[in-house]
C-alpha cells in the first residue's frame, strides 16, 4: 500500500457560493494525480460545543490541516485589489516556514505592476526612478505576479514560477487550468524525489 | 552580558519615500524597549555581484532575517484594497510557521466587514445569509481586523488581538502608536517567560 502525498487546497475558492462543489471537483483531480486533497471546509466545526469563537476554531482547523499536509497548491489570482487574497497569502507563507513544498497559480495573466496600474491610481516618479502609488508607495517593477515574496516563494520552495492563466472574467474564481498545471507539476516533483 | 531578543520589522513601510528614515525610527524604539530591531532594508543587495535577479536577491535576505527572528511586528494596515499587504502577510505566515511569536498592528479601527463596505461593492445575500461582492464571494463578519486566518494567528500565537488604532490618514502609514503598543506587549511577553 502506498501513502498519498497530502495536498492543501488554498485560496478565495472557500469564499464563492459553490465553494463545496469546487472543493470536491478540486479533490477529484488531486486523486487522478495520485495525491490526496485537503480543502478547509471538510473541517468539522460545532461552534455550540466550544466557547472559543467560531472564527478561532476555523483558523485552528486551518492550521491542524496545514500542518499535516505534505504540499500546498495556492489560488493566487488577485483578489479585491492588485493582490493576492491575504487568507492563502498567510497560508502558503506558513507553509513555507513549515519547509513543505509549494506551488501557486493565478486566474489573471499580466503583471504586478501593470494590474497595480489597472485598479490603484499609479504615476511615475522621476525623483526615485519607481512606480508610485497616491500615497506616494512604490509599486513593485519585477515583472511578478504579485509582491516579490510571493513569486520568489514559489520558486525557492516549490521550484516553478508562479503558473498564470488568463480565464475568462466570469470564471476568474473557478477557473481550473492553472490548478491543473500545478498538480502536474506536483506529480513530477514527487515522481523526482522518490 | 544579556544577549538582546531580535524583532523582524515587518510592513509596507519598505515601500514609503521615507522607508530608511522610519526603518531608524523603528529600530531605535526597539532599543528603548531592550529589543534589536531587524529592518529588511539594513539587508544590502548587490545585483551585480550575483547571476539572481533582484528581487531573488531580497527575497532570500528578507527570508534569513526572519529566520534569524525571534519575534515579529507587523504593520498590518490595510494596503490597496480591504486587507494589508501581502508580502507582510507572507512573511506574518512564515513567523507562525517557525513558531515564533507575532504582534500586529493596523492604523485603520475599523472592522474587515466595515472596510470592505467603504472599498468594494458590498450586498447582503439572504439566501445564503451573508454579506458579498460583486463576484458574489463571501465577505467575513466576525469582527475582526482582517481575514481570520491574520487576526487568529496573532491572538494564538502571539497572545493579543491586532491593536488597532486611528490614525490620519497621511500618517496612515507613518504613525508608530500601535507599533509602540506592539513593542509594550512583545517587553511583557519576554520578561514574563524569563
Redesign the interface.
Known sequence: MTVMDKIYLAG?DV???DAIAIGRRKKELCAAYGFEGLFPFDNEIDPKASAE????L???A??SMIRSADIGIFNLTPF????????T??????????GKRVFGYSNVAEDFLER?KQ??GVSFDAA?NSW??A??????N?G?A????????L??HGGHAMVRHAATPQN??SDLTGFEMCLRLAAAAVSKSA
Not at 53 to 56: E, V, Y
Request: proline share 7%; charged share 25%; hydrophobic share 45%.
Open positions: 478565495p469564499f464563492l457560493p469563537p467560531a472564527d478561532r476555523i483558523f485552528r486551518n492550521e479585491r485589489g492588485p493582490s493576492a487574497d491575504a487568507g497569502v498567510f497560508e502558503l507563507g506558513m507553509m513555507v516556514g513549515l497595480s485598479s490603484v526615485t508610485r502609488d500615497n506616494r508607495m512604490a509599486i513593485e519585477f511578478n504579485d509582491n516579490l515574496m510571493i513569486d520568489n516563494a520558486f525557492d476568474r474564481f
